[in-house]
C-alpha cells in the first residue's frame, strides 16, 4: 500500500462561540491522489483544509506530514503544503506578475539565478509568460487565480490545497483553470479542491470526500460517489441523469 503523506487522524474543531467547524474527521492523502472534498454550505470545508496547512489548529485530534505532526515545523509544513485560497486578490503582494512569483523563493533567500530560472519556468508552464511584466491588479480573475497557483508552484509543494478555485469564474475560464490543474496532477502533483463544482471535474478527479454537518461521511473513488451525492443533499452532475427519468 502507498505510504501517505498527509494523515489526519480524529480532527476535531469548535469556534469560539460554539458552532462545531469539524468532528472527528480521519483520512489520509497519497501522492498523486486527486481528490475532491463536497458538502452543502457550512459543511467543514473550509474548516477541514484551512487546517491541513496549520492555520487552524483543533481542540482534538492531528494531522501528520510524512508521519510528524505538521504543528512541529509550520515553515516546513508551509512548504510542502500549498494553499490557494477562496479569494486569490488578498494573495497578491508584487508590482509585476514576474514580482509576485519571485516572492516565495525570495524570502527563502536563495540565489537571483535560481529564482530567476524557477519563477520563468513555472509562468511558461502555467502559461503566463506573456503577461510577466504586467501589473497582477490589471489581469482578469482567471489569470489572477493561474498566478496564485504559480506563487504556490514555485516553491515544489508536495501537496497543493484549493478553496473553490472555479467560484466566479466564466465557462472559459474555468476550463482553462481545470485544464492547468489536471495538467499538474498528471504530471504527479497531489491536489486537494473543496469544491462544489462536481461536474467541472468529472474524468479529472479521482477521490472523493463527501461532508455533512461537520463530519466526513463519504471517502471513496469519483465515480462511485456520484450516485451518493443526491442523498447528501449535492446536486448530480446532469450527464450521469442522462436516460434516467426527469426529476425537477
Ligand atoms: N470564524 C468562524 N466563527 C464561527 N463559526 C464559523 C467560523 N467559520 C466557519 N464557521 C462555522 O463552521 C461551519 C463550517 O463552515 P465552513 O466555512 O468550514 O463550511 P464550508 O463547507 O466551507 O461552506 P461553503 O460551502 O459555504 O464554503 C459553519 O457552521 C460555519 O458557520
Ligand atoms: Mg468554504
Not at 144 to 156: E, F, H, N, P, S
Request: include cysteine; hydrophobic fraction near 40%; aromatic fraction near 4%.
Amino acid at each position: 500500500m502507498a505510504i501517505p503523506i498527509l494523515e489526519i487522524n480524529h480532527l476535531t474543531h469548535q469556534y469560539p462561540d460554539g458552532s462545531d467547524g469539524i468532528i472527528d474527521i480521519c483520512f489520509s492523502v497519497t501522492k498523486g491522489d486527486f481528490i475532491i472534498l463536497v458538502g452543502k454550505n457550512g459543511s467543514g470545508k473550509t474548516t477541514l483544509i484551512r487546517h491541513l496547512n496549520g492555520l487552524l489548529r483543533p481542540q482534538s485530534g492531528e494531522i501528520k506530514l510524512h508521519g510528524k505532526n505538521i504543528l512541529k515545523d509550520l515553515i516546513l509544513t508551509r512548504k510542502t503544503v500549498g494553499m490557494v485560497f477562496q479569494d486569490a486578490d488578498t494573495q497578491i503582494v508584487g508590482d509585476t506578475v514576474f514580482d509576485e512569483v519571485a516572492f516565495g523563493p525570495e524570502n527563502l533567500n536563495l540565489q537571483r539565478n535560481l529564482i530567476n530560472t524557477k519563477v520563468t519556468q513555472v509562468l511558461e508552464q502555467l502559461n503566463l509568460i506573456k503577461l510577466k511584466d504586467r501589473n497582477p491588479s490589471t489581469l482578469s480573475g482567471g489569470e489572477k487565480r493561474k498566478l496564485t497557483i504559480a506563487g504556490i508552484l514555485v516553491m515544489d509543494p508536495e501537496i497543493i490545497i484549493f478553496d473553490e478555485p472555479f467560484a466566479n469564474l466564466d465557462h472559459p475560464g474555468t476550463q482553462s483553470l481545470l485544464s492547468t490543474i489536471a495538467d499538474l496532477n498528471q504530471n504527479g502533483q497531489t491536489i486537494v479542491m473543496a469544491t462544489h463544482d462536481v461536474e467541472t471535474l468529472m474524468g479529472s478527479a479521482s477521490r472523493m470526500l463527501i461532508m455533512d454537518k461537520g463530519r466526513l461521511v463519504e471517502d471513496g473513488s469519483f465515480t462511485d460517489l456520484i450516485k451518493k451525492l443526491e442523498s447528501h443533499g449535492i446536486k448530480e452532475p446532469c450527464t450521469c441523469r442522462i436516460g434516467r427519468p426527469w426529476q425537477p
